[in-house]
């Protein structure tokens, strides 16, 4: 089993942006080309909520919550085992701990189900506020 680590949280004044990058590592024979990507948020009291999904390979399907589309973009860079996540015009409502997960899939496959994701990463804190 491999490891997901995230960065590039932080504290950021509502309007300002942040990219999330989510790193593995620990593989041996297989690589996260294979695996589709969610990031996935968590606010205090609340439910975890899917964010944004990408396929494996290519990422050639992606997939955000309404409520980021617009602001957010994901992508992934499989030669540095990697997949960022750039938001901008954040807002107070965006404070939470995200979350990355990998779901080893078929091509094209995304879901924003996280139950459906069984590697993740311990989580960066994002909190917008002036």
């Known amino acids: 089993q491999f490891q997901l680590v995230e960065s590039g949280g932080g504290l950021v004044q509502p309007g300002g942006s942040l990219r999330l990058s989510c790193v593995a590592s620990?593989?041996?024979?297989?690589?996260?080309?294979?695996?589709?990507i969610g990031w996935f948020r968590q606010a205090p009291g609340k439910e975890r909520e899917g964010v944004s999904c990408?396929?494996?390979?290519?990422?050639?399907?992606?997939n955000s919550t309404d409520s980021v589309k617009g602001r957010f973009t994901i992508s992934r860079d499989n030669a540095k085992n990697a997949a960022y996540l750039q938001m901008n015009d954040l807002k107070p409502e965006d404070t939470a701990v995200y979350f990355c997960a990998a779901a080893r899939a078929v091509s094209g496959w995304v879901s924003m189900n996280a139950a459906q994701y069984n590697v993740w990463g311990q989580g960066t804190q994002v909190t917008v506020s002036s």
């Open positions: 620990g593989f041996t024979a297989d690589y996260l080309f294979s695996y589709a």
């Open positions: 990408i396929s494996n390979r290519d990422g050639s399907t992606k």
